[in-house]
């Protein structure tokens, strides 16, 4: 399995989904030992105002939680549905704005029409691992800060080999340490309405950044 996988601010601040070459070298995360496997989490942190809307349309999704959170086992069959999943997603949908989309700056939905940006990828992949018997507490929203300080959302799925990163901006999946992201907040093993700093001391704080068409 070890040769299998590649191991290779937002509070109410909108996602941008900003494009980056995702063979770029990882970047330092502060507080984050790089060389370990899964992340560390310092603390309640406020979620994606994104998220919150999604919740409010959708709160069968964001209830829940477990009171002793599970690391999947990636066993070789996990693996292989972990990758049909990602790629089945990311070939499926086009990627696009919000704005474009719904004529709003942010909207976490799921993708409609075929389009969708950075957050509608890693709720459809999300909802699709589950359906197939992931715990969700496996499978972890987390907002990412890319090289041009833009927000980016991808998809954690906490596992018993590491924690590994779906993204619609890459092929393969990689651990958390081998992306070219700093990695700021995700959801909580816990509840998946709240959400965890992976940075000490973080502060909710507007990201400015140029917003690009390609929606991701």
């Known amino acids: 399995m070890n040769n299998i996988i590649s191991l290779g601010i ?7 989904c900003m494009g980056i070459a995702a063979d770029a070298a990882p970047l330092a995360t502060p ?15 406020t979620p994606p105002f994104g998220y919150v809307g999604f919740c409010a349309s959708n709160p ?13 086992a990636l066993s070789k069959s996990r693996w292989a549905e972990l990758n049909k999943i990602n790629s089945y997603v990311n070939r499926s949908i086009r990627p696009t704005t919000d704005q474009d989309l719904y004529k ?8 409609s029409a ?9 709720l459809l992949k999300r909802k699709m691992l589950i359906e197939r018997g992931w715990p969700a ?3 972890l929203i987390t907002v990412v800060i890319d090289r041009n300080n833009g927000g980016h959302a991808v998809l ?3 596992t018993d080999r590491g924690d590994l990163i779906l993204d619609n901006q890459e092929k ?20 998946p309405s709240v959400w965890v700093s992976l940075t000490p001391n973080a502060r909710a704080a507007t990201i400015t950044s140029t917003r690009t068409k390609r929606g991701h």
């Not at 507080?31 to 942190?45: C, H, L, T, V, Y």
């Not at 709003?104 to 993708?111: A, D, F, L, R």
Request: proline residues 5%; positive net charge.
């Open 60 to 72: 069968r999704e964001c209830t829940g939680g477990a009171r002793k959170p599970r690391r999947m």
């Open 114 to 122: 075929g389009a969708g940006d950075c957050e509608d990828y890693v």
């Open 137 to 139: 507490e496996s499978l």
């Open 31 to 45: 507080g984050q030992d790089m060389k370990a496997p899964i992340m560390r989490a310092f603390g309640e942190s």
């Open 156 to 158: 954690t799925a906490v």
């Open 172 to 191: 393969a999946i990689h651990r958390w340490n081998r992306t070219p992201y700093r990695y700021h907040k995700r959801q909580s093993q816990f509840h």
């Open 10 to 16: 937002l509070g109410a601040a909108a996602i941008y």
């Open 104 to 111: 709003t700056v942010e909207k976490w939905t799921y993708p």
